[in-house]
Nanobody, 120 residues
Framework: QVQLVESGGSLVQPGGSLRLSCAASGRFFSINAMAWYRQTPGKERELVAAISSGGSTNYADSVKGRFTISRDNAKNTVYLQMNNLKPEDTAVYYC??????????????WGQGTQVTVSS
């Protein structure tokens, strides 16, 4: 059983910063790519940022220059540093990761989500 638990969501004013964390636990051999997605009511879940096991990153155009994804492999944790937040960043943020759960088996898991609200 593998779990992803997010934390750090909150209400913040425009221009403010937040740091989201997502910790993985359970039975697995390794973690490949990790990512953050977000979703607002009535819209599809969208990729915000992703990071490979080697540290390569990619970002949605809407967050480039403002958000930074990082990971601590020793802690099985991925982070999302969000700066200069805008009202349009308001969403539920979800953590996603690919786990090696067997010799030749990989499984994808989602966290439960954490609410980020940007409002004055």
């Amino acid at each position: 059983q593998v779990q992803l638990v997010e934390s750090g969501g909150s209400l913040v004013q425009p221009g403010g910063s937040l740091r989201l964390s997502c910790a993985a636990s359970g039975r697995f051999f390794s973690i490949n790519a990790m990512a953050w997605y977000r979703q607002t009511p009535g819209k599809e879940r969208e990729l915000v940022a992703a990071i490979s096991s080697g540290g390569s990153t990619n970002y949605a155009d809407s967050v480039k220059g403002r958000f930074t994804i990082s990971r601590d492999n020793a802690k099985n944790t991925v982070y999302l540093q969000m700066n200069n937040l805008k009202p349009e960043d308001t969403a539920v943020y979800y953590c996603n990761a690919n786990f090696q759960t067997g010799t030749i088996r990989w499984n994808n898991y989602w966290g439960q989500g954490t609410q980020v609200t940007v409002s004055s």
